[in-house]
């Protein structure tokens, strides 16, 4: 094989197995956000099973859109300034002055990228197109998601620095498909959000302190499964990191909700049909 089908390969494979959360942590995002809503969008509740159902459809699109891939990630720790004081220039045009375009991509877009879509679905409720908003808030709650995947905002997004290789998929599929069952969301009120892009960066900025406790967690449960990804690895892991990854979730779903209720009330409340 020569070294560019090589590399083309491994992209392939890394565009496949480094998706997001898995399938099934998406649906739950996605569909579990109906029980946010405030009365006034009760009839919204319906939108349940199609969220559910197109959680994924974002990652799909990777494999046959190559510009969908860095929208779902951004490893936020790669600029100096998040180092120095956990926030980063969040002005698109603006980090790209400082950093150049093609390295603000090639390190994911992912914040922007969910405040369009926000904005998308803003213009659906305008426009009263309900068969199309379901579909752009099945995308915003996936790329919300992503955001509260704590190897979705690090450089470091697959443990590959740090001697823990694999450690993306392990913990977003494999150990949140055994657990899925046992992981369940308080709901609670929603208010209007007053300004969706800075509560994007705001939760990026929180779930990366999930980054280096995840990694020990990871090192800790292997060492414990005599270095190995066995039953006892996986369940140590879950020990270690199952709240504050049930937290995540509903968060997501919680954000994912809050989003769609402003975007619903920045349209002018229009009325939904029954
Ligand atoms: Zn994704």
């Known amino acids: 094989m020569n070294s560019f089908l090589f590399r083309y390969s491994i992209l392939f494979v890394l565009l496949i197995t480094l998706g997001s959360w898995g399938e099934k942590a998406h649906r739950k995002i996605n569909s579990s956000c109906v029980e946010y809503f405030p009365k006034e969008l009760q009839q919204l509740k319906v939108w349940a099973p199609i969220l559910a159902e197109h959680g994924s459809d974002a990652d799909i699109r990777k494999k046959n859109d190559k510009n969908e891939f860095v929208k779902h990630f951004i490893d936020i720790d790669i600029f100096d300034e998040f180092n120095t004081s956990t ?41 009263k197109n309900w068969e199309q908003a379901v579909l752009t808030a099945a995308d915003l709650g996936h790329y919300v998601g992503d955001g509260f995947m704590p190897l979705h905002i690090t450089v470091n997004y697959n443990g590959q620095l740090s001697d823990q290789t694999g450690i993306h ?106």
């Open 87 to 127: 926030k980063i220039e969040e002005d698109f045009d603006a980090l790209c002055n400082k950093y150049g375009k093609a390295m603000v991509i090639k390190n994911g877009t992912l914040p922007w990228v969910t405040d369009s879509t926000y904005k998308a679905l803003v213009l659906n409720f305008k426009h």
């Open 169 to 274: 998929r392990r913990y977003e599929e494999t150990m949140i498909d055994k657990y899925i069952d046992e992981i369940s969301f308080k709901t609670s009120c929603i208010d209007k959000v007053p300004d969706v892009k800075s509560t994007i960066f705001r939760n990026l900025y929180n779930n990366h302190s999930y980054v280096s406790t995840l990694l020990q967690a990871d090192s800790r449960a292997y060492g414990q499964a005599g270095q190995q990804y066995d039953e006892t690895y996986y369940e140590s892991l879950w020990k270690e990191t199952g709240l504050f990854t049930t937290r995540l979730l509903q968060e997501s779903s919680r954000t994912l909700a809050s989003f769609i209720y402003s975007a619903w009330l920045e349209a002018g409340k229009p009325e939904i049909p029954i």
